[in-house]
């Protein structure tokens, strides 16, 4: 948020990076809880996400562009937890 509030990036890209970034880890949350497995599937973990708004703050010339990265990659994750999560339930 620090990033859309300091006007490198648009507000509303902020407010869906830290969506996505909260979605990943709930989803993976509930996945464990519903299934009893771990579900530690998906494209980016925590040091990941880390890794890439740490890069975006370095490279803040290109910070739009990271963090529009930074949502798809969220987003595959997210979609790669509800689709593993999705064939153990059913």
Not at 31 to 52: D, H, P, Q, T, Y
Not at 68 to 89: D, M
């Amino acid at each position: 948020l620090a990033l859309g509030f300091s006007g490198l990036i648009p507000l509303w890209l902020s407010f869906t990076d830290f969506f996505l970034s909260i979605m990943t880890s709930y989803v993976r949350a509930r996945a464990e809880s519903l299934s009893g497995k771990n579900c530690e599937i998906g494209l980016v973990g925590r040091l990941e996400k880390f890794m890439v708004i740490t890069i975006a703050l370095f490279f803040y010339p290109f910070a739009f562009y990271i963090m529009v990265f930074f949502a798809l990659i969220c987003l595959i994750t997210i979609y790669q937890r509800l689709h593993y999560s999705l064939k153990y339930l059913l």
